[in-house]
Protein backbone atom coordinates (compact mmCIF):
# COMPACT_ATOMS: atom_id res chain seq x y z
CA UNK A 1 0.00 0.00 0.00
CA UNK A 2 1.51 3.36 -0.70
CA UNK A 3 1.39 5.31 2.39
CA UNK A 4 1.84 8.76 2.98
CA UNK A 5 4.20 9.73 5.31
CA UNK A 6 4.28 11.71 8.41
CA UNK A 7 6.71 13.86 7.38
CA UNK A 8 5.07 15.30 4.04
CA UNK A 9 1.39 15.20 5.57
CA UNK A 10 3.56 17.64 8.89
CA UNK A 11 5.06 19.58 6.07
CA UNK A 12 1.71 20.34 4.94
CA UNK A 13 0.02 21.34 8.22
CA UNK A 14 3.74 23.62 8.71
CA UNK A 15 2.87 25.71 5.69
CA UNK A 16 -0.72 25.67 6.03
CA UNK A 17 -1.01 26.78 9.57
CA UNK A 18 1.84 29.18 10.08
CA UNK A 19 3.99 29.40 12.62
CA UNK A 20 2.83 31.83 15.59
CA UNK A 21 -0.50 33.37 15.84
CA UNK A 22 -2.78 34.82 18.87
CA UNK A 23 -6.00 35.87 16.68
CA UNK A 24 -7.84 37.48 19.18
CA UNK A 25 -10.98 36.31 16.69
CA UNK A 26 -9.70 32.61 16.81
CA UNK A 27 -11.88 30.54 19.62
CA UNK A 28 -8.54 28.29 19.80
CA UNK A 29 -6.75 31.28 21.18
CA UNK A 30 -2.67 31.30 21.02
CA UNK A 31 -1.90 28.67 18.74
CA UNK A 32 1.98 27.62 16.62
CA UNK A 33 2.15 25.38 14.18
CA UNK A 34 -1.55 24.61 14.56
CA UNK A 35 -1.58 23.10 18.19
CA UNK A 36 -3.79 25.75 19.72
CA UNK A 37 -3.93 26.65 23.75
CA UNK A 38 -7.77 25.53 23.86
CA UNK A 39 -6.61 22.33 23.20
CA UNK A 40 -3.35 21.79 24.56
CA UNK A 41 -3.74 24.03 27.94
CA UNK A 42 -0.38 22.69 29.54
CA UNK A 43 1.90 23.14 26.35
CA UNK A 44 3.64 26.38 26.16
CA UNK A 45 2.64 27.16 23.06
CA UNK A 46 4.71 30.18 22.38
CA UNK A 47 7.91 27.98 22.70
CA UNK A 48 6.71 25.05 21.38
CA UNK A 49 9.40 23.62 18.87
CA UNK A 50 8.64 22.03 15.09
CA UNK A 51 9.36 18.42 17.10
CA UNK A 52 7.22 18.64 19.62
CA UNK A 53 4.31 19.47 17.67
CA UNK A 54 5.19 16.91 15.46
CA UNK A 55 4.79 14.75 18.31
CA UNK A 56 1.61 15.92 19.22
CA UNK A 57 0.33 15.62 15.28
CA UNK A 58 1.47 11.90 15.02
CA UNK A 59 -0.26 10.49 18.28
CA UNK A 60 -2.99 12.74 19.03
CA UNK A 61 -4.30 13.17 14.99
CA UNK A 62 -2.15 10.88 12.81
CA UNK A 63 -2.23 7.43 14.46
CA UNK A 64 -5.81 8.67 16.13
CA UNK A 65 -7.11 8.57 12.44
CA UNK A 66 -4.79 5.19 11.07
CA UNK A 67 -3.20 7.56 8.54
CA UNK A 68 -0.87 5.05 7.82
CA UNK A 69 -3.09 2.54 6.72
CA UNK A 70 -4.75 4.89 3.80
CA UNK A 71 -3.68 5.72 0.67
CA UNK A 72 -1.02 8.97 0.87
CA UNK A 73 -4.38 10.87 -0.68
CA UNK A 74 -6.77 10.05 1.68
CA UNK A 75 -4.35 10.10 4.63
CA UNK A 76 -3.09 13.72 4.08
CA UNK A 77 -7.26 14.74 3.30
CA UNK A 78 -8.08 12.91 6.81
CA UNK A 79 -5.20 14.32 8.62
CA UNK A 80 -5.74 17.79 7.54
CA UNK A 81 -9.38 17.58 8.17
CA UNK A 82 -8.48 16.19 11.92
CA UNK A 83 -6.07 18.66 12.14
CA UNK A 84 -8.45 21.71 11.34
CA UNK A 85 -11.63 20.37 12.50
CA UNK A 86 -10.99 17.39 14.84
CA UNK A 87 -10.37 13.54 14.52
CA UNK A 88 -14.07 12.96 14.98
CA UNK A 89 -15.08 15.22 12.33
CA UNK A 90 -12.41 13.95 10.22
CA UNK A 91 -13.32 10.16 10.56
CA UNK A 92 -16.98 11.69 10.25
CA UNK A 93 -16.41 12.96 6.42
CA UNK A 94 -14.53 10.00 5.49
CA UNK A 95 -17.24 8.16 6.43
CA UNK A 96 -19.58 10.02 4.32
CA UNK A 97 -17.22 10.80 1.53
CA UNK A 98 -17.52 6.89 1.26
CA UNK A 99 -21.18 6.69 1.82
CA UNK A 100 -21.22 4.64 5.21
CA UNK A 101 -22.70 4.74 8.76
CA UNK A 102 -21.32 8.17 10.18
CA UNK A 103 -20.05 6.83 13.88
CA UNK A 104 -16.92 8.57 13.81
CA UNK A 105 -15.10 5.01 14.51
CA UNK A 106 -12.64 4.23 12.17
CA UNK A 107 -12.91 0.76 11.67
CA UNK A 108 -12.68 -1.96 9.58
CA UNK A 109 -15.72 -1.38 7.95
CA UNK A 110 -14.32 2.19 7.37
CA UNK A 111 -10.64 1.72 6.42
CA UNK A 112 -11.41 -1.16 4.49
CA UNK A 113 -14.00 1.04 2.38
CA UNK A 114 -11.28 3.76 2.04
CA UNK A 115 -8.57 1.29 0.81
CA UNK A 116 -11.12 0.09 -1.66
CA UNK A 117 -12.83 2.88 -3.33
CA UNK A 118 -10.70 5.77 -5.39
CA UNK A 119 -8.28 7.90 -3.67
CA UNK A 120 -9.35 11.15 -5.54
CA UNK A 121 -13.07 9.95 -5.16
CA UNK A 122 -12.69 10.16 -1.55
CA UNK A 123 -10.61 13.19 -1.83
CA UNK A 124 -12.86 15.15 -3.80
CA UNK A 125 -16.26 14.15 -1.51
CA UNK A 126 -14.38 15.01 1.78
CA UNK A 127 -13.27 18.35 0.61
CA UNK A 128 -17.09 19.48 -0.40
CA UNK A 129 -18.14 18.27 2.87
CA UNK A 130 -15.43 19.94 4.94
CA UNK A 131 -17.00 23.25 2.66
CA UNK A 132 -20.43 22.50 3.51
CA UNK A 133 -19.88 22.19 6.82
CA UNK A 134 -17.40 25.33 6.78
CA UNK A 135 -20.82 27.51 5.82
CA UNK A 136 -22.18 26.74 8.87
CA UNK A 137 -19.39 27.34 11.32
CA UNK A 138 -19.98 30.23 13.91
CA UNK A 139 -16.82 32.51 12.55
CA UNK A 140 -17.16 31.45 8.97
CA UNK A 141 -17.11 35.21 8.08
CA UNK A 142 -13.68 35.34 9.27
CA UNK A 143 -12.36 32.65 7.86
CA UNK A 144 -14.38 31.15 4.78
CA UNK A 145 -12.89 32.47 2.51
CA UNK A 146 -9.19 31.11 4.19
CA UNK A 147 -10.56 28.11 4.63
CA UNK A 148 -11.99 27.67 1.01
CA UNK A 149 -8.70 28.45 -0.21
CA UNK A 150 -7.01 25.69 2.14
CA UNK A 151 -9.48 23.88 0.72
CA UNK A 152 -8.21 24.16 -2.64
CA UNK A 153 -4.78 23.35 -1.86
CA UNK A 154 -5.40 20.51 -0.39
CA UNK A 155 -7.05 18.76 -2.88
CA UNK A 156 -4.40 19.69 -5.74
CA UNK A 157 -1.83 18.41 -3.07
CA UNK A 158 -3.71 15.35 -2.65
CA UNK A 159 -4.66 14.61 -5.95
CA UNK A 160 -0.63 15.07 -7.09
CA UNK A 161 0.24 12.25 -4.26
CA UNK A 162 -2.14 10.14 -5.84
CA UNK A 163 -0.68 10.57 -9.31
CA UNK A 164 3.43 10.10 -7.90
CA UNK A 165 1.43 6.73 -6.52
Not at 32 to 45: C, D, L, N, Q, T
Not at 52 to 74: G, N, Q
Request: proline share 5%; charged share 25%; with cysteine.
Amino acid sequence: MNVAPLDRAFAWILQTEGGYVNDPRDPGGETRYGISKRAYPAVEISKLSPDDAKAIYRRDYWDACRCSELPAAVALAVFDAAVNQGVGVAARLLQKALVLAEDGVLGPATMGAARAARPDEIVTRMVVARWDRYQHTANAATYLRGWTHRLFRLQAECLGLQGAA
